[in-house]
């Protein structure tokens, strides 16, 4: 496994930059990727975190239509002349898109990164290869991982039950769940789920992992693009302040606590609930709506535990120098006392 590599750059103040096998490969500056998050990863959120030598990565399905997400990489373009990715998050639908055609409008559009997440992603892996994207692959078990890495992806990003979203069905978290895939798998990692500061950074390279990948943390930033009650509501919440939900259907998703998703809890613990039980209020309107008006109570808010470490709301290029200034006072400094 390579390494990372600390080198200072002088230029007025002492900076750093840690070199992992992840920043060679998506040629970005910093080991610190966003991932993409529904109704969030928009030309605005992805361009402030590449400028900021992270990877920003602008959410497919959050564009109604493959032509809209082909005119908001164009738009993400013009906002950035770093590196950038895509995500396709392939999930279980009443109504499934058109996978397909948003898969061709990544290609076509010229995107060299993509990050895939859900199940089955062989038909969208093998096409993005063809054309010679660099493809990230989330999942939530090193089983998983495995299976992806034979399907050909470049980098694993394994996501811990810490994490927002779908942290699968086997809840091991993340301090277990890196190590435990970094020895089973070559590529290099992502870690993901529970990261917000350069604690985290210095703790997941020290766990085997080449970078970071953070989703809730970038919610609470200036140019994330949602309302600012929400962005307060992530950074007075805790630790403690989320909820499992679908537990009873086999699909756990991780929310911010609120109203709905208590509601959601409750009806889904009752002997026989079907997932039309909590369908009314689930829907990805309703979140995007709460997202966008900062009626807290008005949907489900996709937020994992990291809520407690959130204590600002700093510029995307602010929180990316913090985390990486952090990560190396911790390594080069604090251990390496350790060790003298």
């Known amino acids: ?40 990863g928009t030309a605005e959120m992805a361009s402030a975190v590449s400028n ?51 898969r061709r409008a990544i290609i076509e559009s010229g995107v060299k990164i993509v990050e895939t997440a859900g199940g089955r992603p062989q038909e969208h892996v093998e096409d993005f290869k063809a054309h010679g994207i660099t493809v990230l692959h989330k999942c939530t078990s090193v089983r998983h991982g495995v299976s992806a890495v034979k399907m050909g992806v470049d980098i694993i990003s394994i996501d811990g039950f810490e994490c927002a979203g779908h942290p699968g069905e086997d809840d091991v978290p993340g301090l277990v ?30 766990l085997g992992a080449d970078g970071i990948n953070m989703g809730t943390r970038f919610c609470a930033t200036v140019e994330a ?24 259907f086999k699909n756990t998703g991780r929310v911010a606590k609120n109203s709905v998703s208590d509601m959601v809890v409750e009806i889904g613990s009752k002997p026989g609930a079907e997932f039309r039980d909590v369908q009314p209020y689930v829907s990805g309107a309703k979140g995007h709506e709460a997202l966008m008006s900062g009626e807290l109570d008005r949907g489900l808010i996709w937020a994992g535990q990291v809520q407690g470490l959130i204590t600002d709301i ?14 190396e006072a911790i390594i080069s400094t604090r251990l390496a006392r350790l060790v003298a």
């Open 225 to 248: 693009p949602i309302h600012e009650r929400v962005k307060q509501f992530l950074v007075t919440n805790t630790e403690r302040d989320t909820n499992l939900i679908f537990r009873g």
């Open 314 to 327: 700093p510029t995307c290029e602010a929180l990316v120098s913090r985390i990486v200034a952090e990560a």
């Open 52 to 102: 900021a030598g992270g990877l920003g990565i602008l959410t497919a399905l959050t564009q109604p239509t493959p032509d809209a997400l082909a005119a908001e990489i164009a738009r993400c373009k013009t906002m950035t002349d770093k590196p950038f990715g895509v995500n396709l998050t392939v999930l279980p639908s009443v109504n499934p898109p058109p996978y397909s055609d948003y």
């Open 1 to 40: 496994m390579l390494q990372p590599e600390i080198t200072h750059h002088i230029s007025g103040d002492i900076l750093m930059a840690l070199h992992t096998r992840v920043t060679e490969m998506l040629g970005i500056d910093t080991p610190i990727v966003q991932g993409g998050m529904m109704w969030v």
């Open 177 to 206: 769940l890196i190590p435990a895939a970094a020895d089973q798998i070559q590529v290099p990692l992502l870690a993901s789920g529970g990261f917000g500061d350069g604690r985290g950074l210095a703790a997941a390279l020290a």
